[in-house]
């Protein structure tokens, strides 16, 4: 298979880690006999400090003459600590899912038994926790019309959907429920928001059309609690733009490290891979930024394409890298490995290549490649 890809490495340890998971990709593709051919573009603060534009024309041209689209993180303090920046490094990231129509965002939240005991919750909770979160991306009130007074002391955020942006990601997500344990939650607020009334109206409806897949509702309030008391319950949550970038944000971290966490936001034409951690600015430049994310995204982003075997080799050589130690220090405190090795790791791996390690590399921390 021929695939070109966009990488968008954006801000913070996204550069970093990006470049582990295109080295992930590259190893896949000598190793499965793909090409995979890689154009860069810019995208976020860096994007505005050369262009003044957040998402530039020449980067989102890129991004629809490519394949898919691989994307590191966005933001920077500068415009954090900043309320009155005309223009913000995540307007790209809006702008760019509202430009491709990637209507669906989808997080999978998996847990290695390895991490459990490093997991804030106790280990009969979250073992064997094995979530999908379907996140409704183009909608709701990031989207919605902006309004702040002449004096500043008003301030306003519609929340709006239509019955066609609530369609289309509940689809998505029965039929995924269908291939795994065939149940859907849907998280509102339909106690208090119209909006959520008519979440809760059309997907009940739709789920007639999916007779082998339960339906069950929760509040956002109890669902953020449920995601602590008892994660297992849960296999697809389905849920609106806000609410599921802070459940998905919160189920991350039951793994053990947000450092772990990948997503893929899709639409009709095109998609998009980016591990959901953030830009992480106090990590810049240091080469102790998680890089698993990133790969695990690119896993997604072949299974996307149905290369379900060399998603299945990235997926295990993480799983390997876990298991052995292998990681970064959001993992293991202890640990000497740096964003780079964690990456020669997993491309090593991949590549077939035998991993030897000793006591006295060990008591460095590191490993021979060979």
């Not at 307007?91 to 899912?97: D, E, F, T, V, Y």
């Not at 291939?179 to 849907?186: D, G, I």
């Not at 830009?279 to 810049?284: E, G, N, V």
């Not at 102790?288 to 299945?312: G, K, M, T």
Request: proline residues 4%.
């Amino acid at each position: 298979m021929i695939l070109k890809i966009a990488v968008l490495a954006g801000d913070g340890i996204g550069p970093e880690v990006t470049h582990e998971a295109v080295k992930v990709l590259k190893a896949v593709a000598s190793r499965y006999g793909h090409r995979f051919d890689f154009a860069e573009a810019l995208l976020g603060a860096c994007a505005i400090d050369k262009y003044n534009e957040a998402l530039p024309a020449s980067t989102l041209q890129i991004c629809r003459e490519a394949d898919a689209v691989l994307l590191g993180a966005v933001g920077h303090p500068k415009y954090d600590n900043n309320p009155d920046a005309p223009i913000r490094p995540e307007q790209g990231l809006l702008a760019i899912r509202k430009a491709l129509q990637l209507f669906a965002n989808i997080r999978p939240i998996t847990i290695y038994d390895k991490l459990i005991p490093q997991s804030p919750l106790k280990a009969d909770r979250i073992a064997g926790v094995d979530i999908a979160i379907y996140r409704e991306l183009t909608g709701g009130i990031y989207f919605g019309e902006k309004f702040l007074s002449d004096d500043k002391t008003v301030a306003t955020d519609v929340c709006s959907y239509s019955v066609k942006e609530i369609e289309q990601i509940t689809h998505m997500a029965f039929k995924a429920a269908q291939n795994r344990r065939k149940k859907v939650t849907l998280v509102d607020k339909a106690n208090v928001l119209e909006t959520s009334r008519l979440w809760r109206r059309i997907v009940t409806e739709i789920a007639k059309e999916y007779p082998d897949v339960a339906l069950d509702f929760l509040f956002v309030d109890n669902a953020a609690m449920q995601l602590i008391l008892n994660p297992k319950q849960f296999d697809v949550m389905l849920t609106e733009n806000m609410f599921g970038d802070i459940l998905s944000d919160e189920a991350s971290v039951i793994g053990g490290s947000i450092g772990l966490a990948a997503s893929a936001s899709v639409g009709d034409e095109y998609s998009l891979f980016e591990p959901i951690h953030g830009s992480y600015p106090a990590a810049t430049g240091k080469g102790i930024a998680n890089p698993v994310a990133s790969i695990l995204s690119a896993a997604l982003l072949l299974e996307h394409f149905d290369l379900y075997e060399e998603a299945d080799a990235i997926k295990n050589a993480v799983a390997v890298s876990i298991e052995q130690d292998f990681c970064t220090l959001d993992i293991d405190p202890e640990s000497t490995y740096s964003t780079g090795d964690v990456g020669d790791f997993i491309e090593s791996l991949i590549l077939g290549n035998e991993i030897f390690t000793n006591s006295s590399n060990m008591s460095i921390g590191k490993s021979t490649i060979i």
